[in-house]
């Protein structure tokens, strides 16, 4: 065993499990992960390895982790843990991110009181645009002004672009055997971080990949493979699947997702002024990756957090907010959000809460609310128009 470098992993759930903790070990990080879940904090310290099982559409095959130790995040010895590395990833939802700044922050003032002079660079693996920078807003918010130039100096906020489909993982309740911490993933995977972000020597990762272009692969990967899993979700939901295999078999279904990934690789080829996908080659790879039959992937979790999903921001709103400044067609890309208002799952908190919203205040101004679009915009008069017309016709 050589190790030579230490990273944190904030959460231990798929992507961490299933994507960051063999990339960084196989560049001989020692990885601690780190989460708040205390079952699942036993299980990995009680057995410290699991398997992942790499599945494709015409293969299969896996890959042991072994040494793997997760630290309670909440634990009086968590700091000094995080004092020790090199290096931190954090994958913990979206949600969670201001509770993982504490954290930082807290650990940055130790540092800046122990004169510590060793650079630690922070990579944020969420699915949000430039999720580095984001986090360091919070950071910086949150920490005393005269630690600012220290934090700006020793600490790197690095966006990055993780993409591997992880489904949930189907935990065989056996709590006694190590195989209730494996997951299963697909074949393919890209790490994509931004290199003009990061602090002091870079020592080379295998499976990440440096660019001084971050924005092109997200861009590409959360407005056309998010838009497009998330318009697969919530419209698939409603012609009552349970999986992306089930509905990415539905003509229909397949149709709308299709043409609306279209629509949204459309704006992009006008951001960037360039013909960003010849010949459709990356919305075909990403439908194959769509049909793994021999994956289970739910709905429900790609649907999940609605409210998120449905800010200006992200996947369904920008787009057509894009398409809407370039003059391109959207069509396609109003089902994603007609079909998101009508996402219902009583596990899902932002889902009981839009639907809540909905009740009290209708859809034009839910639309306003969460998606900052106008009540007398034509955009919102659109969505409400089509949500009515689905909602006649299921
Ligand atoms: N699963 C995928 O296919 C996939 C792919 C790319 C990116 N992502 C992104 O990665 C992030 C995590 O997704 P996931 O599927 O791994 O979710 P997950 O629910 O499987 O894992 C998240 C883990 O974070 C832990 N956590 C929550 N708050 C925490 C905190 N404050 N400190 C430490 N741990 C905390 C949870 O207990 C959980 O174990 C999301 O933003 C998601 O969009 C997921
Ligand atoms: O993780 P979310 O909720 O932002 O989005 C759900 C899925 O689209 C997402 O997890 C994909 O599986 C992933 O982004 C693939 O790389």
Same mark, same amino acid.
């Given at each position: 065993m050589r190790f030579f470098m230490k990273a944190l992993h904030f959460g231990s759930g798929n992507i961490g499990r299933g994507l960051v903790v063999p990339i960084l070990q196989k560049s001989d990080y020692e990885v601690y992960l780190a989460d708040v879940d205390t079952n699942l904090i036993q299980l990995i310290n009680k057995f410290n390895k699991y398997r992942i099982n790499i599945i494709g559409n015409k293969n299969r095959y896996f890959q042991d982790i072994f040494n793997v130790k997760c630290i309670d995040v909440n634990s009086h010895y968590f700091s000094d843990y995080l004092f020790c590395v090199d290096l931190v990833t954090i994958s913990v939802g979206v949600n969670n991110l201001y509770t993982v700044a504490i954290k930082i922050v807290n650990n940055i003032i130790i540092r800046f009181k122990k004169n510590h002079k060793k650079v630690l660079n922070i990579i944020v693996c969420e699915n949000i645009v430039l999720g580095g920078t984001k986090f360091k807003k919070i950071v910086l918010k949150m920490l005393?002004?005269?630690?600012h130039q220290y934090c700006h100096n020793y600490i790197g906020f690095i966006d990055s672009c993780v993409d591997r489909i992880i489904p949930l993982t189907n935990h065989n309740n056996d709590y006694n055997h190590p195989s209730c911490l494996d997951v299963s993933v697909e074949p393919f995977y890209e790490w994509v971080i931004?290199? !003009?972000?990061? !602090?002091?020597?870079y020592k080379h990762i295998v499976g990440i990949v440096k660019t001084k272009n971050l924005s092109f692969f997200l861009d590409r990967k959360f407005f056309i493979l998010n838009t497009g899993h998330a318009i697969l979700a919530y419209f698939g939901l409603l012609h009552g699947y349970e999986t992306t295999y089930q509905a990415i078999n539905d003509m229909n279904v397949k149709n709308i997702v299709q043409q609306s990934m279209k629509e949204s690789m459309n704006v992009l080829n006008s951001k960037y002024n360039q013909i960003i996908d010849k010949n459709d080659i990356y919305i075909s790879s990403v439908f194959d990756r769509f049909n793994n039959k021999n994956i289970t992937d739910y709905l429900l979790r790609i649907g999940r957090n609605p409210i998120n999903k449905l800010k200006k921001q992200d996947r369904l709103i920008k787009p057509i907010i894009q398409a809407i400044q370039f003059n391109l067609s959207y069509k396609y890309l109003l089902y994603g959000v007609a079909s998101a208002l009508m996402y219902k799952n009583i596990h899902d908190n932002e889902a009981i809460k839009l639907q809540n919203l909905i009740k009290e205040y209708g859809i034009s101004l839910v639309l306003y609310k969460v998606s900052e679009i106008d009540v007398h915009h034509y955009l919102n008069n659109e969505i409400v128009y089509l949500y009515n017309k689905i909602k006649k016709n299921i």
């Open positions: 005393p002004l005269h630690i931004d290199q !003009k972000q990061y !602090k002091g020597c």
